[in-house]
């Protein structure tokens, strides 16, 4: 069974420049997660979506950031425009069931860095 | 707000020893706690879901305690080796139910 995908795995842009992740979850997998992780941390979350509905984006900064799920598959998730403090790696996970007690898979993550 | 704590930052343990890594929480009593395992460069990998309601859970030679009064976790990994040398990161989830908070992470080093 193949895992979470994301791409790219690596992304280098200059600040104010827009940029863009994708995710494929798992077959199956209603709920999908979007997280960040700066270095040294554990990741935190930004955007829930069971199916296509985002759930839970209370953490997302809708100023600039934006995600979608479309037909409750794929998702991605932009930022514009990208700024210093945006440098992290951004990890898109899916779980069978949204519902606390369901185990999540993540993908390899995009390590974004902003110049 | 919920607020969760990995004893350390690091912890370094020989070959064969029993590591035992501590995860605290505050402020909320979480119906279900994980442990996942993050190797550099890659996203976490779920080891181990405990819920509230069971004091311990085994899997191979990882164990996991669950105290609610202590508010408390521990992760043990038996007889180590330095494939297990990683970050371990604890999780807990919200109040709602909706979403997992993580640790910081413990990165362990096994050495031979």
């Known amino acids: 069974e193949a895992g979470v995908v994301q791409s790219p795995r690596y992304k280098i842009i200059e600040k104010k420049q827009p940029v863009a992740f994708w995710c494929n979850p798992i077959?199956?997998?209603?709920?999908l997660y979007w997280y960040r992780q700066n270095l040294g941390q554990g990741p935190e979350l930004l955007i829930r979506y069971e199916n296509e509905e985002a759930v839970d984006d209370s953490q997302l900064p809708k100023d600039r950031f934006s995600a979608e799920r479309l037909k409750g598959v794929d998702s991605t998730l932009k930022i514009q425009p990208a700024e210093l403090g945006d440098s992290a790696v951004y990890l898109c996970?899916?779980?069978?069931?949204?519902?606390?007690?369901?185990?999540?898979?993540f993908g390899p993550g995009t390590r974004l860095t902003v110049t | 707000s919920q607020k969760i704590e990995q004893n350390s930052e690091a912890l370094n343990i020989q070959e064969g020893k029993t590591a035992t890594l501590t995860c605290n929480y505050t402020?909320?009593?979480?119906?279900?706690l994980q442990w996942y395992r993050q190797d550099p460069g890659r996203g976490p990998v779920f080891l181990l879901l405990?819920?509230?309601?069971?004091k311990e859970k085994r899997k191979e030679r990882l164990k996991v305690t669950f105290d609610t009064t202590l508010k408390q976790s521990l992760f043990h990994i038996t007889a180590s080796q330095p494939a297990d040398s990683a970050t371990y990161l604890c999780a807990l989830d919200n109040q709602a139910g909706t979403a997992l908070i993580f640790g910081k992470g413990t990165t362990l080093s096994v050495s031979s």
């Open positions: 405990i819920r509230e309601n069971e």
């Open positions: 996970a899916s779980s069978l069931d949204g519902k606390g007690g369901y185990e999540q898979y």
């Open positions: 077959s199956g997998h209603n709920t």
């Open positions: 402020n909320y009593s979480p119906a279900y």
